[in-house]
């Protein structure tokens, strides 16, 4: 009996995924972030409120991972991230998150990378995440060491406020 309780409850409570959505300039009021499981199933969706770019969303707990998160801005180009796991914690949407999920996309578009999941033909795992996320981190290393910058480009909490990694992403346009 008190395994079905333990099971009930690690298995409703939701996680909280939040993060920064920006491009260098953070994503405007009114952008939409959606959450997208391994089934295909949007799993948690958000406006952003507030000048900062950043989000919180509440996803349940039964969602399957991998996670695909998905930006997008009235006249802006539209940005992705990943989790491969269901964390509780930061998930940020960037150019260079972006980047990452082309490379985890086997046609390198992040705009498939959902539907490539859903589908079997793509692998996102924290094996294959950590090792995509490694080869950008490489060719960005010049730069990042220029701007004493060494936060995590998937999961390192950051303000947009052209300083730190925000100005590392203001370098990349």
Known sequence: QLEGI???????????????????????????????????????NTVILNPEGSYNIVVPANSVPPLVIKATADG????????????????????????IAARLSPTGDPANLAAEVQAGTA??????????????????????????VSTDPLTGAFVANGTGYDQLLDSVK
């Open 6 to 44: 333990a099971y009930y409850v690690l298995n409703t409570n939701p996680m909280g995924i939040s993060g920064t959505a920006a491009t260098g300039a953070p994503f405007p009021e009114g952008s939409v972030i959606e959450i997208i499981d391994a089934t295909g199933a949007v799993v948690g």
């Open 123 to 148: 692998t996102v795992t924290t094996a294959t995440t950590t090792a995509k996320t490694q080869e950008i981190v490489t060719v960005l290393a010049p730069l990042s060491t220029a701007l004493g």
């Open 76 to 99: 802006a180009t539209t940005m992705y991230s990943v989790s491969p796991t269901l964390v509780n914690g930061t998930v940020n949407v960037t150019p260079i998150t972006t980047l």
